[in-house]
């Protein structure tokens, strides 16, 4: 039986994008990255990225893909982005703006898309994973060429 494909996925094969797909067990009372990483045994979760949605202060939505261990500074979000604040989203809203729920958001395949941000140590793996659009499913890819497919861009985005 072949792998169920996600729109992720999909988007990733038609831009030419190598990636490698790395299921786990979802645990429903912990849907945090770190978790996530430790079930898939990547030792370094430095290089798991989880995707976060925010609304602006204009009212446009942007991402921001950041280590799962780390805090989103929505101070350095607004400088990137080019607003003079931005706020997350209601967990409530991200299928509605995305097509993704908690836990299953990925940066690559989303309703529309929005601009796009990666904290910059992504630049310091040869490749980080993010979540590939369902809940129990990371992707493993260059950093370099998941900003190629989302028109992403590098910027200082987590709190010191």
Known sequence: MAEEKTNAMRL?????VPYTAARYEVDEDDLSGVHAAQLLGIEDAGCVFKTLVTRGSRGGYFVFCIPVAEELDLKKCAAAAGEKSVAMIHVKEMP????YIRGGCSPVGMKKRFPTFFDEVAVLYDEIY???GQRGLQLRLAPDALL???GGSYADLTRA
Do not use: K, M, Y
Not at 12 to 16: I, K, S, V, Y
Not at 96 to 99: A, M, N, S
């Open 96 to 99: 509605g703006v995305t097509g």
């Open 130 to 132: 993010v979540s590939g």
């Open 148 to 150: 190629r497919v989302t």
């Open 12 to 16: 990733l094969e038609e831009a030419g």
